[in-house]
């Protein structure tokens, strides 16, 4: 589901975005204490590097500041864009081992699935509320929905928008790590968290109900998959975290590159050759440039014995950590349902409070 940001964010808002996102960063560094977290993911099939890169790594970091974070596992989003659940159960076991894996703390980091926090969920109806059809319409991902997909809509993804409203609110989070493709989303559960406390809000204004949630947005790379398509779950063209360093040498081997021997980072006119060059560079922790130059003329072949020898490197400790994990699925399952636990207090709490405001605290 990605989209156009030329469409939807103009130049001078992601510039404000960005500058805001710097001065949080900057406040985090003193006092995380101020800032709470909501991330998530689809368990519509195993993370991959991309993942990791592009935002598990990130996570990490931020906990690792000491921000408190609420991760949620989207099962129900699931069904938003297909009929049925696939191997739902086996992907959220693997997902909580990745999580762990890569150093999520559930003692920091509450990890919870969406169906088994009612309260959050029952959020979604005073929040429908305050949508309108047209607005749900203009969003980004519901436009994509609409125009590239040759499923009808459901009412689910219509609405898609608010739930990911009562995601973030029902934590009363007030800052969501996300791409510039995000950022109209965001704006959205501002809006709903604003009409809300003009609707219904507490006496005294200063304590509205919901926070204004920030995005925190970075540059983070996208990586392609091994055919030079965006590396995406749904493609089958993904590196598992979990993949094992022999099946990992073979769909590196695989991954398309070009005719020319001389390696150059040059994402616009030679993306395969650039994305591989780049999964390196991230693995080493140096510049794409300075990994081009050092491999010069080795060949499309050089370059994949470095992408091999630097992926199963990084990722060897994070395997061999989560192959333990997988060994005692009870421990993982205990882990989410304290994480779900910890997530229907506050939510609970959340939906009192939302209830005692629309005067329903029968
Ligand atoms: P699906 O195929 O089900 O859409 P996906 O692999 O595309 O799955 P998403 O769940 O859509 O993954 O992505 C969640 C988030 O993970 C994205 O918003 C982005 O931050 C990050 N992400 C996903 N794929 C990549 C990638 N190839 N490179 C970098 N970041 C990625
Ligand atoms: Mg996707």
């Known amino acids: 589901m990605t989209i156009d940001i030329a469409e939807t964010t103009s130049d001078a808002s992601l510039t404000k975005s960005l500058e805001r996102s710097a001065e949080i960063e900057r406040q985090i560094a003193v006092d995380p204490s101020g800032f709470r977290i909501l991330t998530g993911d689809r368990p519509t099939g195993r993370l991959h590097i991309g993942h990791y890169f592009g935002s598990l790594s990130n996570r990490v970091r931020l906990q690792g500041l000491g921000v408190t974070s609420f991760l949620l596992i989207a099962d129900y989003q699931v069904i938003y864009d297909r009929d049925g659940v696939g191997e739902l159960k086996d992907n959220v076991l693997n997902c909580l081992a990745d999580y762990l894996a890569i150093g999520i703390d559930p003692a920091q980091t509450t990890i919870f699935a969406h169906s088994n926090v009612p309260a959050l969920n029952q959020l979604v109806l005073p929040f429908l509320a305050l949508t309108t059809d047209s607005e749900l319409r203009r969003n980004p991902t519901v436009k994509d929905e609409l125009a590239s997909s040759n499923r009808p809509m459901s009412g689910l993804m219509l609405t898609f928008p608010v739930h990911q409203a009562a995601d973030i ?51 983070v790379p996208l990586l392609l998959g091994m055919d030079g398509s965006k590396m995406s779950k749904s493609k089958g063209n993904t590196i598992e975290l979990g993949m094992d360093a022999d099946t990992t040498a073979k769909l590196i081997k695989r991954a398309k590159t070009d005719a020319d021997s001389h390696i150059s980072y040059d994402p616009e006119a030679r993306p395969e050759v650039s994305n591989l060059v780049l999964l390196a560079a991230l693995c080493l922790g140096r510049s794409p440039e300075d990994v081009a130059e050092e491999l010069g003329d080795a060949g499309g072949g050089g370059l994949k014995k470095l992408v091999t020898e630097a992926v199963n490197e990084t990722f060897a400790p994070v395997r ?18 304290e994480g779900n636990a910890r997530a229907n207090e506050v939510a609970d709490a959340t939906l009192k409070d939302v209830l005692t405001a629309m005067k329903m605290d029968y």
């Open 169 to 219: 609110l029902f934590c009363k989070a007030n800052l969501v790590p996300v791409g510039k493709d995000q950022l109209p989303h965001l704006e959205l559960t501002r809006q709903i968290a604003r009409r809300f406390d003009e609707r219904y809000g507490r006496a005294n204004p200063k304590q509205p109900v919901f926070p204004q949630a920030d995005a925190l947005l970075s540059e």
């Open 320 to 337: 061999a950590r989560r192959t333990e994990l997988l060994a005692d699925p009870g421990a993982l399952w205990g882990i989410l349902h």
